[in-house]
């Protein structure tokens, strides 16, 4: 467990406490963090995203696993946004993004470096799986949610920008390449997996640098949400596979992504439509830390 931590998961936590560090110090701005976000969410993650999907073997994806960790997914999102809009008395907005903290894991640029350090890439296509479930189908979930949640013009005038999303438009073009079985010309492989690579470190640098300007408060809200991501949602996974599928070989990773960190879109999403971040900042704070033990624990 121990090596785990200190060869395999720290030296990914690194940069986004880097970033954090550099924040507090004001050696790093918030205008550049965002400015570093953009490049990275925008230009060098869909070459990640398309170079993780073109390269799944279809055949051997365990479709029994997916449908047991949506469900639990599915049940958490529920019981989360439930708690924070009755129980904590959350806005809509607000309850929707802090559910979201507890499903959407960050899985493509922390959990999934780190997968592939311990067990190789070959070994980590059920984290590889997780990243097309929740980039595909939570994704843009949340994106139309939050347009229906938070303005008054409709599914209709949300459309246009779902479809737009170079997030979305490289995952779909991606399967529909792996499908039909196209190969990736070479020297487009090696550019696109030289980008790729850049992208996970330079958005966790830029989410620890905007964080850092977020003060940490255990009220309720905090404390609840992270306990449903670090314990909950592992909990729920672990209890699906155990009960219905408890010889399947992909629950030991699925239970691991699950333990992971919050994904930093929620709090992209809570800026972006104007939501308040006091509390699902310090969420994935919480999470992002925390599960530095339960990664470890679980690897």
């Excluded at 050696?27 to 060098?44: C, G, H, K, P, S």
């Excluded at 559910?99 to 899985?107: D, E, K």
């Excluded at 779909?172 to 790729?196: D, E, R, S, Y």
């Excluded at 699902?280 to 679980?298: H, K, Q, R």
């Amino acid at each position: 467990m121990l090596q785990v931590l200190t060869h395999n998961i720290l030296p990914v936590f690194a940069m986004l406490a880097l970033g954090f560090a550099l924040g507090r110090m004001n050696w790093a701005t918030q205008d550049e963090a965002r400015a570093v976000n953009r490049i990275a969410f925008l230009v060098l993650q869909p070459p990640l995203i398309y170079m993780l999907l073109t390269s799944l073997d279809m055949a051997s994806i365990r479709f029994d696993a997916i449908a047991l960790y949506f469900a639990a997914e599915v049940i958490l999102f529920l019981v989360a946004f439930a708690l924070a809009r009755f129980g904590f008395r959350c806005d809509s907005g607000e309850a929707f993004l802090l559910a979201m903290c507890v499903v959407f894991v960050n899985s493509l640029l922390y959990v999934g470096p780190i997968s592939v350090l311990i067990y190789g890439a070959a070994g980590a296509l059920p984290i590889t799986v997780i990243v097309a479930l929740d980039a595909s189908v939570w994704f843009a979930f949340f994106i139309i949610g939050m347009e229906l949640i938070t303005g008054q013009e409709g599914a209709k005038a949300a459309l246009p920008r779902i479809v737009k999303n170079p997030v979305l438009i490289t995952i779909v073009l991606a399967l529909a390449i792996n499908l039909a079985a196209i190969p990736t010309p070479v020297p487009l492989q090696n550019a696109f997996q030289f980008a790729g690579a850049a992208a996970a470190p330079m958005v966790l640098f830029a989410l620890g640098v905007v964080l850092s300007s977020h003060s940490f408060s255990a009220t309720a809200p905090v404390v609840g949400i992270s306990a449903l991501k670090l314990l909950g949602l592992p909990l729920v996974v672990w209890s699906a596979f155990q009960v219905f599928s408890p010889e399947n070989p992909w629950s030991g990773l699925f239970t691991m992504n699950a333990s992971g960190p919050a994904g930093a879109m929620a709090f992209s999403l809570a800026m972006l439509y104007g939501v308040r971040t006091d509390r699902i900042a310090p969420v994935i704070i919480c999470t992002s830390v925390l599960s530095l033990f339960s990664l470890a624990y679980l690897a």
